[in-house]
């Protein structure tokens, strides 16, 4: 669980809004039906256009990371992997094997899985390198289709207030209606602007960064266990993955 | 067939289209001809005085992608490859002769010709990757054709609709022809906006990760047929591509 | 203690407020409520959202570094170096267990204990880059929250000025207030501007190149322990050494 | 000859001027002298004084390439280099002597000569490498020459339209000057644009393509003449030649 | 002497006045004390807070660089690179001592010291390449200090402006007053595109320049240092450095 996500689109909205009604705004001016149809159906059409099927699935499933994050503690893993090296060395590679099947991290239980069938350091590091970054390319890609939603809804939004103020333009002649048909296009530039800025690159950038923090998770293990492959004794282990938290 | 690209395609101009007449506007005031032309016009020369020849062919032999991606599923390319191995181990590479002429993918099947006759690993890796980047080079240099275009169309937009307001700005005696003469000003800037934000951009993002998706799955018959190269057992090619998907 | 950080930031303010008090604007125009709501509270969401918990932390951690950056002269570190090679060389490498303890730099006594170990100069190298790149990429992660913010200020600033555009433009009947609210809501601008361009992005970039300081002065430490490893003489150290800093 | 660039210029002027004529625009408008003198003049000063004169002059002369692409077609490279294969398997390296006294592109001479000097294949790529990266470098930083240019043209447009404001803005009390005055400030923004974006910028992406194109054209020479210097049969070399093209 | 540098300034601003000039504009109308503070003091102060003490004095003392470029001919180097290759074949490497005496630039000086010393290729080139990286990189943030004032000059620019647009809109009552209020709010947006265009970011861009021409000169010295210390005959050694000027 993940406080900080929850925290920010709160703070976001209750600062705008407050800050509004602060300002004796009335909340009813920045709702707006049309400008929503807009700049939400312009930018969904236009990240759909964008990208694949696949990419588009993944990004879906990969929403509820934002507010529970995938619970990758450091520590423990250094833990884990001086205890593993420490069963290797007394009981040899084989009996890494019950280990592995208690495992509950997908990619730690593979690199086991590959020590125990006898892979050399270079070849475990190689597999588990291939399958780290081809997943984290996957992932990233992924979170970047909010990133590219982000690019296009305040674009959008310009769309939906010119058209708005196309329309005002055309009716120059009854001044009475000038200023609220203004003031009703220039809402689809506060959508467009306050989705991206307020949700979309936010939520992109949060989810690059677990993104990156898994990987970061990955590479201590990978580490760890090519250290207990070419037969390091735990200490230096546990000092090389030590240095590697801060 | 992607139907991503045409739904897309469909709720981006629905949603603009829609918004419009939702706040009551009129469509024909979203319609202007000499818009169109500085618009569309401007983008395209820019974008001829930009591209070489045989890049600018490449980019349009694209375009089909975008609906009809190509077909490259990596589950089953593994499964080919594992058998492949296979066949390589009992009968020898020699026995891939057949494989490679069944073998519809045409980097696959140059693949299998260079094992047959007696490619080494190491030599193997390097004609195949040398060819996957030189194609993918071109091809996202294709791509970036259209990315190109969408980056000179809202500029030109707004070259259309200051050349608009200036002659809206010499007819300032005639007030009544105000208003609708800086509407049909505004007018490029949403043509510029939204080829680029609903059409081009889009497209070129979506070609670019197609090219991405195909050099992933060259990627992975190169894994597969260096493995089968230096003789790695199936199990082993399969458990090695396996990691390479999710 | 950095002058320069204190001195850039009264310099800014100074200039703004000082500009437009010599233009014979009233300070109390500059000043909104509102604005300061809207603007603060929304980049401080976005921002909230954007960031993983630990990263937040180490960001708040790091702000001190502006005014206290870490004193890490290279001089003297190549003096240090050069004598510790100069005791190595006499009395070996396990002479310097001494000096490790009374080291105060905690990269260069992990790398002093490293030689201690017995490690080789090719497995120092690797664990202490490992190091040196692990912690420059959380901190410069941690230094990118406050360009993060930088990025969001301005935009926000822009839906603040809308939204006090919309009000006045619904009050258009009243044109006596026209002016001072046109005015208020302008000052939103003013907020996302100034704060992300007298602030905080002018601070993220000095966190960075106080990160690569720190980065470089562990590149030299790396260089010189190494050295020692392989037993280069102290006069070879020395030249090398300084050929790293101008 | 590059029909594109010639094409791609008449088009983009004649549907921004064919647009403005569309829409009842006099041509008579979208001239203005001291527009252009700032435009121009500004934009020609900040790129002197950003590129150091070797660059520039490599800038200038490079623009002809626009029309007259340099010729390098890659399909008979592949047969010259393949018919030099089997000379050399032939008759030796030696004999590539005559060869390299008839070859037109001096990039493959100086391969040739250093093939027939006895080189190593190793250090045959190393010098052939190093002098195509040092050219690419050089001709690129020349091709931004022109996209500096077209960074600068928008902003010095902005400064002229601004200036053209600032003296409307100061004779305001005669309102029948107002229109036009701020047409003519508009001018220059259109020169600006225009300018980037029509010519300079599209320039700039086709210059460096053309200096890509020649890249690709040298690496496949330096495949093939490394191929010929390793011995490798002239059936291989194809092979791997013709993989590089599509 | 770089007369490009002061022909740009020259032009540039010529350019920018003169076409006021010819538009009839004052020359008054755009000198503005406050704007100036403004725009100057907000730059200034942003850069300071952004800038490591170190980094603002390397900076300071580039300048210079820009009318008095660093002169490091390419040409006489390989002459003189050839010339020392003979002698260290007629005489052996010790007799480059006499020459380094002599040698007026301190990177070759050093080379030809270490070259004397006894340095193998390999170490040469490390030491060599590590103190070029080293400086390279020094000289390229010192002259982003430059490109930083260049970002933050406009948006203060704009800061100025709309600080200017809120007192006018806080007058409205006097519209007499109105026209020459917003024509000096404007200034600020001129003194900040300009500062930026016409002078921080070229000289920014005319710097790195340099940097990297010095980059090459020393590349160009690692390569005939290290092609001495391995013994290649001289007129190889003038192919291969030739290969690298153009």
Redesign the interface.
């Known amino acids: 669980m993940?406080?900080?996500?929850l925290?920010?689109?709160?703070?976001?909205?209750?600062?705008?809004l407050?800050?509004?009604w602060?300002?004796?705004?009335?909340l009813g001016?920045?709702f707006n039906?049309?400008?929503l149809?807009?700049v939400?159906?312009?930018s969904?059409?236009?990240?759909?256009?964008?990208?694949?099927?696949a990419?588009?699935m993944r990004a879906m499933r990969m929403i509820r990371m934002?507010l529970m994050?995938p619970d990758k503690p450091m520590q423990p893993l250094v833990k884990k992997l001086v205890a593993l090296s420490q069963v290797a060395r007394r009981e040899g590679l084989l009996a890494l094997e019950n280990a592995a099947g208690r495992e509950p991290d997908i990619f730690v239980r593979?690199g086991l899985r590959?020590l125990v069938d006898g892979y050399t350091a270079e070849s475990l590091r190689d597999?588990?390198e291939?399958?780290l970054d081809?997943?984290e390319?996957?992932d990233l890609?992924a979170a970047r289709v909010f990133e590219?939603m982000g690019g296009?809804a305040?674009?959008?939004g310009?769309?939906?207030a010119?058209?708005?103020?196309?329309?005002?333009?055309?009716?120059?002649?009854d001044?009475?209606k000038?200023?609220?048909g203004?003031?009703?296009a220039?809402?689809a530039?506060?959508y467009g602007?306050?989705l991206?800025?307020?949700?979309l690159?936010?939520?992109a950038?949060?989810l690059k960064?677990?993104v990156?923090?898994e990987s970061?998770f990955r590479e201590l293990a990978i580490?760890g266990l090519v250290a207990i492959a070419v037969g390091d004794n735990p200490r230096q282990i546990e000092?090389?993955l030590m240095?590697?938290?801060?």
Chains 1, 2, 3, 4, 5 share one sequence.
């Open positions: 993940d406080p900080l996500s925290l920010g689109i709160i703070i976001a909205f209750a600062a705008v407050g800050g509004n602060l300002e004796g705004g009335e001016a920045l039906g049309p400008a149809v807009v939400l159906g312009g969904i059409g236009a990240i759909l256009l964008q990208t694949p099927v990419v588009f934002v994050p593979k590959l597999a588990l291939l399958e081809s997943r390319a996957l890609q590219g296009y305040p674009t959008i310009i769309i939906g010119v058209m708005g103020l196309i329309q005002v333009m055309q009716n120059l002649a001044p009475s000038l200023g609220s203004i003031a009703a220039f809402v530039t506060i602007v306050g991206a800025n307020l949700f690159i936010p939520l950038n949060k960064q677990h990156q923090h970061r580490e000092g090389k240095g590697l938290l801060h």
